[in-house]
């Protein structure tokens, strides 16, 4: 059996995945087919809810998708593990405490409080108990670093039992300390060492978002293995861009320009 998207995480592979922002099975199906690691749905800042999610869960097929929530609500998240996702990580992570209680929710009796129901993930009752046995091993919990809290207490949320990795949140961090929009100035980037030192000193893993491929090329270089690299919409749109601009180019015969 090939190893869980969990394991890969915990094992310190470079995983690398694009966020999906449109509520779009083909767009996720797309993606699924070009040989990423693993699918970030962003049900944060989108319209995409649980009916939504899971539709775009049968779309990645045998990727591992990873549903991002906004918040700890542990009847969401309950929510999102039954319809079938490898994993959830939760925004605005910035205690110790909240980072407890989102792995709570997130795992079933005795390390947790999950409700147990019969849904996708557990084939609507055909493998409750094959799945029921595995999800507290199998599950990834993720939790965001992006805000100054998150930062002064990230020693302690690295070592909460039932994390599995932090992702930073550069744009919204950067925000938190007055240089919104400013990803690169040095407090930022003080913030983002900061988080990362904390999390190898814990053996823990730690990814983050870029836009591009030379936006993430600096932090794989210093170790950071869970990887977000580019939005679908931006895909897109750059892409048609690029190519419009490039046709209107095109010399034609007999027009001067």
């Given at each position: 059996m090939a190893p869980t998207f969990r394991a890969r995480l915990r094992a310190g592979e470079l995983l690398v995945g694009p966020m999906i922002?449109?509520?779009?099975?083909?767009?996720v199906e797309l993606l699924a087919e070009l040989g990423f690691d693993w699918l970030f749905i962003d049900a944060e800042h989108t319209p995409i809810g649980p009916p939504e999610i899971q539709v775009l869960?049968?779309?990645?097929g045998r990727v591992p998708a990873i549903i991002r929530l906004p918040s700890a609500e542990a009847t969401t998240i309950g929510k999102v593990l039954d319809s079938g996702a490898a994993g959830?990580?939760?925004?605005?992570?910035?205690?110790?405490?909240q980072a407890r209680e989102i792995v709570a929710a997130a795992r079933y009796a005795p390390a947790g409080r999950r409700g147990r129901g019969l849904a996708r993930a557990h084939g609507y009752g055909l493998k409750l108990a094959e799945y029921s046995a595995?999800?507290?091993?199998t599950v990834a919990v993720v939790v965001q670093a992006e805000h100054v809290d998150a930062v002064r207490n990230i020693?302690?949320?690295?070592?909460?039992?039932?994390?599995?990795?932090?992702?930073?949140?550069?744009?919204?961090?950067?925000?938190?300390?007055?240089?919104?929009?400013?990803?690169?100035?040095?407090?930022?980037?003080?913030a983002i060492a900061a988080v990362r030192a904390a999390c190898f000193e814990a053996a823990m893993p730690i990814g983050i978002l870029?836009?591009?491929?030379?936006?993430?090329?600096?932090?794989?270089?210093q170790g950071f293995t869970?990887?977000?690299a580019g939005i679908d919409v931006l895909l897109i749109g750059e892409s048609?861009?690029?190519?419009?601009?490039?046709?209107?180019?095109?010399p034609q015969p007999g027009v001067t320009r």
């Amino acid at each position: 059996m090939a190893p869980t998207f969990r394991a890969r995480l915990r094992a310190g592979e470079l995983l690398v995945g694009p966020m999906i922002t449109l509520n779009s099975p083909e767009v996720v199906e797309l993606l699924a087919e070009l040989g990423f690691d693993w699918l970030f749905i962003d049900a944060e800042h989108t319209p995409i809810g649980p009916p939504e999610i899971q539709v775009l869960l049968r779309a990645a097929g045998r990727v591992p998708a990873i549903i991002r929530l906004p918040s700890a609500e542990a009847t969401t998240i309950g929510k999102v593990l039954d319809s079938g996702a490898a994993g959830i990580i939760v925004a605005q992570v910035n205690s110790a405490s909240q980072a407890r209680e989102i792995v709570a929710a997130a795992r079933y009796a005795p390390a947790g409080r999950r409700g147990r129901g019969l849904a996708r993930a557990h084939g609507y009752g055909l493998k409750l108990a094959e799945y029921s046995a595995t999800a507290n091993e199998t599950v990834a919990v993720v939790v965001q670093a992006e805000h100054v809290d998150a930062v002064r207490n990230i020693r302690e949320i690295v070592r909460v039992e039932g994390v599995d990795g932090v992702l930073v949140g550069p744009y919204d961090l950067a925000s938190s300390l007055g240089r919104t929009g400013d990803v690169e100035h040095p407090d930022v980037k003080k913030a983002i060492a900061a988080v990362r030192a904390a999390c190898f000193e814990a053996a823990m893993p730690i990814g983050i978002l870029g836009l591009t491929a030379d936006a993430v090329a600096p932090y794989i270089e210093q170790g950071f293995t869970l990887i977000i690299a580019g939005i679908d919409v931006l895909l897109i749109g750059e892409s048609a861009r690029t190519l419009l601009d490039r046709v209107r180019r095109i010399p034609q015969p007999g027009v001067t320009r």
